[in-house]
């Protein structure tokens, strides 16, 4: 069985930090592109940033290039995203995403990132 489960979202002050989780199960981890998505509201979904798979390639939407750092642990089957200097414009929510060749495709429920004084 699939699982992707985020965690590590929450409420934090303008130029603070979150590090958000995604613990996968089910599927060969390391063989799968992982994705961070975010939605806000009544907005479309948009990809923030992604990662892999082996070759290492990482790539950010320009709204978070030089804030948020993605990063991976093959071994916990585990991506992270570690959101620094956030903004009220991230608020959102946080979503995980495991693709692989575009005919596997598998997501997270969410976890909710509110940036606010």
């Known amino acids: 069985q699939v699982q992707l489960v985020e965690s590590g979202g929450g409420l934090v002050q303008p130029g603070g930090s979150l590090r958000l989780s995604c613990a996968a199960s089910?599927?060969?981890?390391?063989?799968?592109?992982m994705r961070w998505y975010r939605q806000a509201p009544g907005k479309g979904r948009e990809l923030v940033a992604r990662?892999?798979?082996?070759?290492?390639?990482?790539s950010y939407a320009d709204s978070v290039k030089g804030r948020f750092t993605i990063s991976e642990d093959n071994a916990k089957t585990t991506v992270y995203l570690q959101m620094n200097r956030l903004k009220p414009e991230d608020t959102a929510v946080y979503y995980c995403?495991?693709?692989?060749?575009?005919?596997?495709?598998?997501w997270g429920q969410g976890t909710q990132v509110t940036v606010s004084s």
């Open positions: 990662i892999g798979p082996t070759d290492g390639y990482i």
């Open positions: 089910g599927f060969t981890f390391s063989s799968y592109v």
């Open positions: 995403n495991a693709v692989l060749a575009s005919v596997y495709d598998y």
